[in-house]
Every structure is written in C-alpha cells, then in structure tokens.
C-alpha cells in the first residue's frame, strides 16, 4: 500500500501500539526462532503490507521514511531504558567517501526514522512483546548537527585509510558500529590495503535511551549547547568554551562567585560545579541532555603537585562467572570503552600538603576523553584474556602475615601491569566477598585503571 502523507502512515503505525507481534503476525515468522530481524519484517509485512526489501532508499521512499522496530526495557530500578543501538545501513566504505552529508547512504536512508518500540521481556515468547509507541524522529536541529559533526568523524577517518581503526566512542550519537557474524566480515577500504570490520551506521543505545526517556516517559531533559553554537564548533570545543575560563582558579574563588556550597569529596559537589559552569544552574549530571545521548561518563581527577592522580581510577565489580564464560568479542570490557566516553573533570593541588596544609585545590580544566582502538585491541585485550585464562586455571589465594593481619593475595594483573590497567580490591572489608566459578570465595574486587594512564591522559 502507498502512503500518501506522513499523517496517513502515522496513524497507521499509532495502531500497532498495544498490540502484541503474535496478534499482529500472519506470515507465521513468529514462530522461526532463528530468523534474524524478523519482528521488523512482520510489521512490514503483516502490518504495513509491503514486501521485504533491501533497497538503498528508505522503506516509504516518496515520503523519505524509514522503518525500524526496536526494543526497550525496564530496569531494577524501574526506569525504561533501549534494550541496543538502533541499527541502520551497511556502510559502503568506497562510495561514502564520494558523498556529502547530504548525499550520504545515511541520510537517504535515515532523514526521518519510523520507529517502533516494542517491549522486551526476558523469558517470555517473542510473540508476546508488545508494541508500546510508534514515532516519527525528526531529529532536533541541536542533534542534526552533532550527528553532521559524527559523519565527518566516521567517513575522515576511512578518508585516512583508517575504517579499521573505527570505534563507535570516536562519535557522539551516530556511530559506525560492526555489522557482521565475526571478525571474519571483512571489507576493503579505499586508503589502505589493510582490510576492515564491516560496519553499519547507528544510533547510539544511550540516544536511543535518551528518545525513550522523553517521548515515553515524558522526561525534562536538560541542552547547554544551542544549534548556532553546534553550527560553529564541536560539542568539545563547546564544552571546553563554558570551563576554560575558570582554570587556574581555586576552588574556593569558583565556588565564591558562582554561589557554590563547597565539599569536593561529594558527588553533589561535582553534580553543581559542572551544571553551575554549563549554565545550567541544578540540572542533575543525567538530566544533560548532550552526555545522556552521547554516553559520556564525568569523572573528576585530582592531581598532586608532580601532575599524577594520588589514585587509582575505579570502575565496575568484576563479575567473575561472566569473565570466564564470556568471548572477548562479547565482553562488558570491550562494548565498555568502545561505547564510552569520558569527561573529565580536573583539580590540582599545587602545592604539597607542608606547604599547604589546607589542600587548596585549583581548577585545571576538563577533557573528553575515549580509550583509543589500539589500547583496546591490544593491551586491553591481552589483558582480558590473562585474567581469563587465570579464572579458568583457578586464581591463587595466598593467605599472608602482613603486620599482625592476614591478607589474602592473588595473582591477578596488579599495578604496572601493562601501563594500562589492573585489578585490585573494592569492598566495604574483608569480609566482602564474591564466589568464584570453583566454589571458593575471594574479597570483590574492580577493575581499575592505572594512575600513570590516568595522568597521560589529563597531562
């Protein structure tokens, strides 16, 4: 059927809410568990009544929409968030060189997104998801040229014979994330000879969690960043412009003229200094419109007068069963600093704590930050693969006297391992611990990454 208006498709799609996929299929593919996609090909075929295609050009082409089904879920928490990455086109890495944005394989295909979200319930049968609100995105001008911004970055990088350097923290919300069965989906790139992951242009999860936040749960999410700003300058360069000002300062003098109660070591202080600095005076640091769709996590950093972190930088528990059974390929770690990116947010103290008992700390600026491919393909992944490898072997508990205390040590990847990253304890005491796949228990403990990496990167 041709749909003739995008009211008329609209009010079509609007029907398909609170409907389940068993009631709406008639093909039977509801019933094929091994049949990839097919929940989007049932609402094209049995709803929409069209046949299933692989067309370059969008699903409803004389109205330039694209169709997409994707799925959402609720949290412990009971917050809703996107189950994945709204996944879009293949990315032909010879042609989209010769484009512009505008004439891009991306924009011909996604200028307006239909989608429909369905909710995802572990354990219960496919045909019993149900469609929860059918949308039509037309990107907010704010959005348009951040992804505008993200396609330079994507099709730049393979212009530099580098496709196979991609990684989908590289971009803010568009990303070229990897599209195929295994590492073995490779094709050529038009500056190298060095073979790349096939990769599809995306919507990130976390934009996508951001979509699902205000058109579904009808939240107030706070922009410091206006579309003559985004026009002019990236979303760093921005971010960078609301800061700058203030390094060199002392804490105490910032939080003066900004009104600011000071307690450095609360997560609301951080929470009131970076809202207060970008103009947005008691927004709370999840409520930023810009980090909730990019995925950008804000870390504050204090470095000692010799320009290091005192500290190492903590990060999730290690799920020890996960770590074992798990491919690298699959791995929390991997999808973790490939998707992430990082703000941020450094203090220095100037001074010794002789020369200055008060610990004055001064304000040094921020950076945006993403762990880069090679790290992440080389000494990350060999790092995976050791604490596996240990994991599966049994990791050695040796309980030692250490000054009238028996300390439990382990022969996992300690400090200085590879310059990079390690795993130590993180628990209220000794007596927080976690099992291990062979029964026996060890203290829980992180991931972390080193302070010397830390400071290279802030430096």
Same mark, same amino acid.
């Given at each position: ?12 799609? +609007? ?22 996609? =097919? ?17 370059? #050009? ?49 924009? &011909? ?7 429909? @979200? %369905? ?25 348009? #040229? ?70 579904? +749960? ?24 609301? *800061? ?16 600011? =109660? ?10 009131? !200094? ?31 007068? /010799? ?7 903590? *990060?999730?528990?290690?799920? @020890? ?5 798990? /491919?690298? #390929? ?13 703000? *941020? ?32 393909? #080389?000494?990350?992944?060999? !790092?995976? &693969? ?30 200085? %391992? ?25 203290? &829980? ?6 302070? *010397? ?7």
């Amino acid at each position: 059927m041709l749909y003739k208006t995008e009211e008329e498709l609209l009010f079509k799609a +609007k029907q398909a809410e609170g409907k389940t996929f068993g009631e709406i299929d008639k093909s039977g593919r509801i019933k094929n568990k091994k049949a990839k996609g =097919q929940l989007g090909q049932i609402i094209e075929e049995s709803f929409f009544n069209y046949q299933i295609n692989s067309k370059s #050009e969008a699903d409803f082409a004389n109205l330039e929409i694209e169709l997409k089904v994707t799925p959402i879920k609720k949290n412990k928490n009971g917050t809703l968030s996107a189950k994945e990455r709204l996944v879009l086109n293949i990315i032909n890495y010879q042609k989209e060189v010769l484009t512009t944005f505008e004439t891009s394989s991306f924009w &011909k295909k996604n200028k307006k997104p239909l989608i429909l @979200f %369905y909710e995802w319930i572990p354990k219960s049968h496919r045909a019993d998801y149900k469609l929860i609100k059918a949308h039509l995105l037309q990107y907010p001008e704010e959005d348009l #040229e951040i992804i505008k911004q993200d396609w330079k970055i994507i099709v730049g990088k393979i212009k530099e014979g580098r496709a196979h350097e991609l990684s989908e923290a590289d971009t803010n919300y568009l990303a070229a994330c990897t599209k195929g069965a295994n590492k073995n989906s490779l094709r050529t790139q038009p500056y190298s000879d060095i073979e790349a992951m096939q990769r599809a242009y995306s919507l990130k999860q976390s934009y996508m969690t951001a979509l699902v936040r205000k058109e579904i +749960k009808q939240e107030d999410l706070v922009r410091f960043a206006n579309p003559e700003e985004l026009r002019k300058k990236s979303l760093f360069e921005l971010l960078s412009q609301r *800061f700058d000002p203030y390094i060199g300062n002392t804490l105490e003098d910032i939080a003066k003229e900004k009104g600011l =109660q000071i307690n450095s070591k609360s997560k609301n202080f951080l929470q009131s !200094f970076v809202s207060e600095l970008l103009g947005i005076r008691g927004t709370k640091l999840n409520q930023i419109e810009e980090f909730a769709k990019a995925n950008i996590e804000i870390k504050t950093i204090r470095l000692e007068p /010799d320009g290091l972190p005192k500290e190492h930088m903590s *990060f999730r528990n290690i799920d @020890f069963y996960d770590w074992a059974t798990q /491919d690298w #390929e699959d791995s929390w770690l991997k999808s973790y600093f490939e998707e992430t990116k990082f703000l *941020f947010v450094v203090f220095h103290y100037k001074e010794t704590k002789a020369e200055n008992p008060n610990r004055q700390l001064y304000f040094n600026g921020v950076t945006l930050w993403n762990m880069p491919f090679q790290d992440i393909h #080389e000494s990350l992944q060999e !790092f995976w &693969k050791t604490v596996q490898s240990k994991i599966k072997d049994g990791i050695e508990l040796n309980p030692v006297n250490q000054k009238n205390r028996i300390i439990v040590k382990n022969n996992l990847p300690k400090p200085g %391992y590879n310059g990079i990253c390690h795993i130590r304890p993180k628990a209220r005491d000794g007596k927080d611990k976690v099992k291990l796949p062979d029964g026996r228990y060890i203290t &829980k403990q992180a991931f972390w990454l080193d302070r *010397f990496y830390i400071g290279k990167i802030v430096k």
